[in-house]
């Protein structure tokens, strides 16, 4: 059904950039929500950023003020905007199609994931 394809992962230093894209098909995107999630081995996957329909965004608190998700709905495309990355920002980011819960916890799609490395 809902396909979801992410890039824009990679190697970078503290303190550098990255840009993430997920593509979305199968899916009526401009009214689905959508959120990127990151997950480390052995630890649970933690919700960074979401969108709503309207464009309103959300994010964790360790990530606000560095990270910015947006939507280009002529591109059914979600992107996380990454700056100032730190070591702890390591991990395989996800994109996710649908809703979230108030607590975080996802009820949609998942794609393969990218993954994001910070090191020096």
């Known amino acids: 059904q809902v396909h979801l394809v992410e890039s824009g992962g990679g190697l970078v230093q503290p303190g550098g950039s990255l840009r993430l894209s997920c593509a979305a098909s199968?899916?009526?995107?401009?009214?689905?929500?959508m959120a990127w999630y990151r997950q480390v081995p052995g630890k649970q996957r933690e919700l960074v950023a979401t969108?709503?329909?309207?464009?309103?965004?959300n994010y964790t608190d360790s990530v606000k003020g560095r990270f910015t998700i947006s939507r280009d709905n002529t591109k059914n495309t979600v992107y996380l905007q990454m700056n100032n990355l730190k070591p702890e920002d390591t991990a395989v980011y996800y994109c996710?199609?649908?809703?979230?819960?108030?607590?975080?916890?996802?009820?949609?799609?998942w794609g393969q994931g990218t993954q994001v490395t910070v090191s020096s």
């Open positions: 199968g899916v009526n995107f401009k009214i689905t929500p």
């Open positions: 969108t709503a329909i309207s464009g309103s965004t």
């Open positions: 996710h199609a649908g809703y979230v819960t108030t607590r975080g916890i996802p009820l949609g799609s």
